[in-house]
């Protein structure tokens, strides 16, 4: 068990992060206030804003067993709301265009709108960014996996494979498998979840984002790049996920021959099929969600690093203010409401058939293009398509016509 106040320094197999771990006192358990699992994005961020109000948590995740690291998209609706990603996005590479296709083929490719605005970073840097902010600000990082959680005498006992901790809260964001999730709550169903599947890969294409979408998919298949480094996926819901593997294949063969794949990568990610998704409490007795394992990604584009840190955010607010229930309050007014009307399957315009048709009409229509953009980058303006479509209708048909 952790049983004492004094530290010493262990060497972490995450890079440049050193946790620490309490020393073991026979006879005394120390009651820690939070404790956070999941290092990711969301604990991490966190755990830098309890600690900026005098706390400290701990934050527990089992190191990374692999070099291999996602690439997160910088965007500047996150930049706007956190301007603290200024630092990491410089460690990124600026992304020159957008190439957008659509199931039948027609292309639209974005350069003046995307130049400049868009970062690539790998999960890595950027994990290890929050999590140096944390420990700076006297976090405890603890890199071992979370094997059991239980509530005993008022308490939560969280149990890693070495040692047990005792918590008055615990916060769950340990992505969608989230152990938290399946302890306080319920894991995700199967129609609750999304699949995505690619390659690690290597190449010489041109500095660009690519997202191709399929008529017999709601999902849609992309490729980002960092350096020399390539990943390219695809992403469908996993009730739908019948030959995934095989239209990614196609696509590497028939339209990426540069492209050299080397390692493969699959996982999971919450998605909202219904509003009803969004009506599941993310706190309860002692206890918050947050990030994947709270299910806050963007309905429309299955991004979820801006809405990852906008709920620690948020769940910050509500332990410091000592009431957890304000964090459902908190999350549903800012960004809830707006998750319900863009899963909501009567609403969504991002049909196969209807993005066809959008996609031929926008390589002639420069109002229609600005108005994609904003919806496939996930802007907050994106969130407004349908309603601009409709106001633009006669404009967008009168540059079509004259192109």
Known sequence: MVTAETTIPIKSSFSGIEPFFPTPKTGFTRIYDTVIVGGGPAGAYLGYCLTSQGQKPIIIDHPSTTEESFLFTIDQEL?????L????ARKGQLIDKLHLISPSGHKVIFDEQYKG??????????NLHLLDMAIKGGALFIPEKVISITREQQLWKIRTSQREFSAHILVGADGVNSIVRKTVLKPYKRNELAIGMGY??????????????????????WIQNNDDKYIIG????????????NDLDNFISEECKDLQP??????????????????TPCTGNNWILIGNAAGHVNPATGKGILHALWSADLASQS??????????????KEYGEEFMRLSNPRKKICKPALLDNIIRYAQRSKSLSNIIFDLVTGDRKGNTAG???LFKAPRILFEAAVT
């Open 79 to 83: 930049l706007r709301r956190f301007p």
């Open 262 to 279: 080397y390692k493969k990568w699959c996982a999971l990610i919450p998605q909202a099929s219904t509003p009803d998704f969004f009506k």
């Open 117 to 126: 605005r868009f970062t690539t970073i790998s999960r890595n840097q950027l």
């Open 200 to 221: 690690y890969a290597r190449g010489f294409l041109e500095r660009a984002s690519l997202m191709k979408f399929f008529n017999h998919r709601n999902g849609f298949l």
């Open 387 to 389: 309603k601009r479509l």
């Open 85 to 88: 990603m200024q630092t990491v």
């Open 234 to 245: 695809i992403i469908d819901s996993l009730c739908n996920s019948t030959g995934l593997q």
């Open 319 to 332: 332990l410091m203010a000592s009431d957890l229930r304000l964090y459902d309050l908190l999350w549903k």
